[in-house]
């Protein structure tokens, strides 16, 4: 089985698979040229050919979803060979695969067996404590300077840095780095990590204890342009029994991550380090596109030519398709999110395509720009996902979900301090700081239990309270004890139905939710966004997840063992502590995983798929028969930061860096690809202009074709709706005038557009008392 998956590579792939183990492997080639392809071959060929175990071997993706997709490929190509557990292959992002080296480790560099991992949330609650508890002039009640202290440790975490490494040049430098020593204290405080931090600790742990990784036999890297220090230097640290066994495949003009100072310089590194070491080095170039036509991979070219620094790329498609590249220029945002929705259900419903709504991606820039284009794929009954990201996490409602759902099942003060903000009438900062000092005071909370603290408030043992904050935090302790003490008896999903009843979520996310939005649409967006969740837990496989860590944890035994023993005591009860499926373990272990992994929707699918909405980062590694690309203006692609702070002169400044994301973009299309654009005037102020990079591709790259906009008469204010769902779609755009009774009811986003679903009526305000336009948009 697996011989004929290695037939199937061209000659440059099959001689990369076959460059014996002990070599340092770089495979640096453009899009769809099959990289990916030839990673997962090389496993399958460490394990069969080489017959390295699969513990030995360690791969890393740039997505869990990547990571699974990989193993799935791995399984199929190795189903004749049942005597190789994939299991026991360490494979995922460098983030899940260095938590599980915490998880058993961590004790050697002080960290608890329980340690958890610190959200976005949690960080920024952890940066305004240690502010506030440093009483810090330059930075005290400054909401920007939040943010500045937190890049500025985002920023040393990713060199690899902590705070005892770190040098400051100015004062506010030397402000900023206390806080990051108080920061740091606060996680430790809390047993918690924050994202970095795990990066971080595993790099401090292999300091420690490098021995953890003498079994390593192979690392593998996918995407490696997009590598940060950290990760390079972990990437040694893992490898560091077998350095000249390395796999690392990448593109440079892919690298799109430079705002987590990621750096395509990290290949050249490797090569110089593998000569420096007298290491056997191998470097692989391939140019055989599989993936892209002829006409799209002509564009990309001409595009990345006016790179600041680069090396033309001649790839060659094998695909003799002729379909050009279809360039179109709409009116507006609006315009173009109708012919979007159009044309993909034109293009799926045309026979000649083969095509289902699988096929097809819309890729853009800033997921803002969903917003519209969702509304017209929902008119036109196009059934969509939106990959999510970590953003879905934020969602207030999925938020608050989560604290409520920490705060029932994990030991959790940082959870505990939201949910009592939010919940509990009478509690205000200052009985909040109190309950905080006495958590974190070891001579009050000796038993280390959040929640006795919290009640010792309630029943008057810690003085401070009001009455009516003792009864809200009285009210709040016994929804807590019911849940735990229901929990048990329910199924997963009533457990999370019962603690969202419980805690009245819903009611209380509307109470917070500050919208432009009508309540009745808050509260759609609001039930998606829960029943989206839902769909998450009743997905997550703990079992899986337990087979995973019980093969891991197997091979860490094994390694302590030849290390000469063991001094973990947990090891030896770690089959109990797995086994153990109680409901509090099964939300523990669930928030762990959603804290490692990025979302992908998991709905059940319908014959025809559904089209995909993801942005230029989500879209990484992919590919689609059909790919629009909509939006294409400045300030968005490029984005108006990389233009403000744009240095003609630097060797590689920001704009290449989007330049480089427009490239990824349109690399992901098989055979069609639309690019779209428009330019917007308003009161004489152009709000809208067609991107510059527009201008860099020349025009025998792509064909243009026409949106179909006719304008029609003006019916005046309070004009009629006139709608013709199967030959014409009607776009009234009405300029508002402050006595007009018609317009519909909804209202979208912040840019004051009012939509009706059931006319199809777009109504834009404006500041001046304008007449009415109406256009009517013809349907091609
Ligand atoms: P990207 O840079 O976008 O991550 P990539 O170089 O990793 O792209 P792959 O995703 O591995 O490219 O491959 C692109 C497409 O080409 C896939 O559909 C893959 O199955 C196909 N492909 C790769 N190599 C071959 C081959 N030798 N023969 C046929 N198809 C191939
Ligand atoms: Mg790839």
Redesign the pocket.
Known sequence: MVESFFD???EK?SQALRVPHDTVLQVV??????????LVSRVAYLLLVCKLPPSDIIVTTFTKKAANEMKERLEKMLIDHPEIDLNRLQIGTFHSICFKYLKFYGKYIGLSKNVTIADTKDQRDLITTAIKNLDLDNVKDKRNTINEVKNFILKQKASGLFPDNVVTTTDTEAQYLQVYYEYQRLLAKHSALDFDDVLLHTDKLLQVRPECVSYVKHILID?FQDTNDIQFNLMYKLSKYCSNSITI?G?AD?SIYGFRNATYANFKKVETIALQRNQRFVKIS?D?N??STNAILRLAENLMRHQTTRENKNLVSNNNLDTPVNYIKHRDEYDESCFIANRIYKIVNDPANKYTYNDVAVIVRVSRTFLAIEIDLTRRGIPYRIVKGLSFWELKEISMAVDCLRIVALNDWLAFKRVIEWFCAGCGAKLILKIEASVYSPEINKNDNVFEIVKSYVDGKLSGATAKAKQSLKQLISVIENCKLEIEKLTTLQCFEYIMTKFDLIDNVLKKKTSKKDEAEILSDINANIKELKNQIVNYDPEKDDLLQKAHEKTFIEQEMLNGGTDNKESENINDTIVDSSKLKFIQQFLEHVHLAEIVSSEVENDKGKVTLTTIHGS??L?WSAVFIPSIVNNILPSKFALDQHDYFAPDSLIDEERRCFYVAI??AKEQLFLSTYDVVMNDIMVAKSSCFLDEIPKSCYKIISSFVTPSPTYGLGGMYVVQPKTFVVKKIVRHHSTATNIPPTVLGSTGMTYNPVTGAVVRPVNNNQPTSTYIKKEE
């Open positions: 199937s590579l061209n792939q080639a453009g899009p769809g040229t099959g990289k990916t392809k030839l995407e495949v593109d892919q391939l055989q599989y993936r990484k590694g590919e690399t992901r």
